[in-house]
T-cell receptor, first 113, second 115 residues
């Protein structure tokens, strides 16, 4: 069975500082990996995904994540955060060619001025 | 991607009643999904709804409690039946818009409070 662990439930950070949100997964088969973001009182938005190819994937708003198969990790990073990045971030995994998404428990990123 | 809308966006209901949540997509999709997000928690898949077949429910969810309809390729409904305060959650639908895209896009959610 697959599982996703987000080690940090909350990450407080000052504006313009770098941030890393950690995600580890457990699976015995090939997987696809996703980061979703949920802004306050809104639904989930796809931030970025890894399906195949380059292990480093980027979003349009400056986030990046790197798939590390040996460490079974898919950590999310941003070199300089903005107040508007304050949100809940969910890491998710699905077995290749299936649609069942397994979500982590989420990390609340709080950016302070 | 796909543009997904849900109705209602929020509701407050009395114990013992039922609420039907609608999910509308701007394009035809084969696979639609319903999730529950309990307060302060992550998302849990309730069921997968494919057009033309019965919904497939995950462990812990049953059709009598969460009946689902999928009348066409752009629309689905989830009913939360005989509600109790424990059903207070955000309910989200999602779609996989393409063959083997293996990527789900989510609606804005329905915030349900049961008194």
């Amino acid at each position: 069975a697959q599982s996703v662990t987000q080690l940090d439930s909350q990450v407080p950070v000052f504006e313009e500082a770098p941030v890393e949100l950690r995600c580890n997964y457990s699976s015995s088969v090939s997987v696809y990996l996703f980061w979703y973001v949920q802004y306050p009182n809104q639904g989930l938005q796809l931030l970025l995904k890894y399906l195949s190819g380059s292990t480093l994937v980027e979003s349009i708003n400056g986030f990046e994540a790197e798939f590390n198969k040996s460490q079974t990790s898919f950590h999310l990073r941003k070199p300089s955060v903005h107040i508007s990045d304050t949100a809940e971030y969910f890491c998710a995994v699905t077995q290749t060619f299936t649609d069942k998404l397994i979500f982590g428990t989420g990390t609340r990123l709080q950016v302070f001025p | 991607s796909a543009v997904i809308s849900q109705k209602p966006s929020r509701d407050i209901c009395q114990r013992g009643t039922s609420l039907t949540i609608q999910c509308q997509v701007d394009s035809q999709v084969t696979m639609m999904f319903w999730y529950r997000q309990q307060p302060g928690q992550s998302l849990t898949l309730i069921a997968t709804a494919n057009q033309g077949s019965e919904a497939t429910y995950e462990s812990g969810f049953v059709i009598d409690k969460f009946p689902i309809s999928r009348p066409n390729l752009t629309f689905s409904t989830l009913t939360v039946s005989n509600m109790s305060p424990e059903d207070s959650s955000i309910y989200l639908c999602s779609v996989d818009p393409g063959t083997y895209t293996d990527t789900q896009y989510f609606g804005p959610g329905t915030r349900l409070t049961v008194l």
